[in-house]
């Protein structure tokens, strides 16, 4: 098992920065890659970014490239998502999981282990 904790969430402008952090605890040895997903109001939950976790290779989704930028600290578990350039539309419940796979994984069903989440609302 994996336990996953996210933090930094929080109210922000239209424009601003926020910094999200995933310690993960338990048997992290069987961590493959890392990522973060996020669900709106009303929407499915949809993928955001991921890192493989031994070499740090990075993906993206269209809609937060060159804004946001995923990484990871091997020695403390922890992945991190540093959020610039925050718009309105990327207000929503933020989380985290935990891939298991050979292949680094962009959709829901590739992630094992999920964290509770951590809202991010940005106002106008």
């Known amino acids: 098992q994996v336990q996953l904790v996210e933090s930094g969430g929080g109210l922000v402008q239209t424009g601003g920065s926020l910094r999200l952090s995933c310690v993960a605890s338990?048997?992290?040895?069987?961590?493959?890659?890392m990522g973060w997903f996020r669900q709106a109001p009303g929407k499915v939950r949809e993928f955001v970014a991921t890192?493989?976790?031994?070499?740090?290779?990075?993906i993206y989704a269209d809609s937060v490239k060159g804004r946001f930028s995923i990484s990871r600290d091997i020695a403390k578990n922890t992945m991190s998502l540093q959020m610039n350039s925050l718009k309105p539309e990327d207000t929503a419940v933020y989380y985290c999981?935990?891939?298991?796979?050979?292949?680094?994984?962009?959709?829901?069903?590739?992630?094992?282990?999920w964290g509770q989440g951590t809202q991010v609302t940005v106002s106008s």
């Open positions: 999981a935990v891939g298991q796979g050979v292949r680094i994984g962009v959709r829901q069903n590739e992630y094992t282990y």
């Open positions: 338990g048997r992290t040895v069987s961590t493959s890659f």
């Open positions: 890192i493989r976790w031994s070499v740090g290779s990075t």
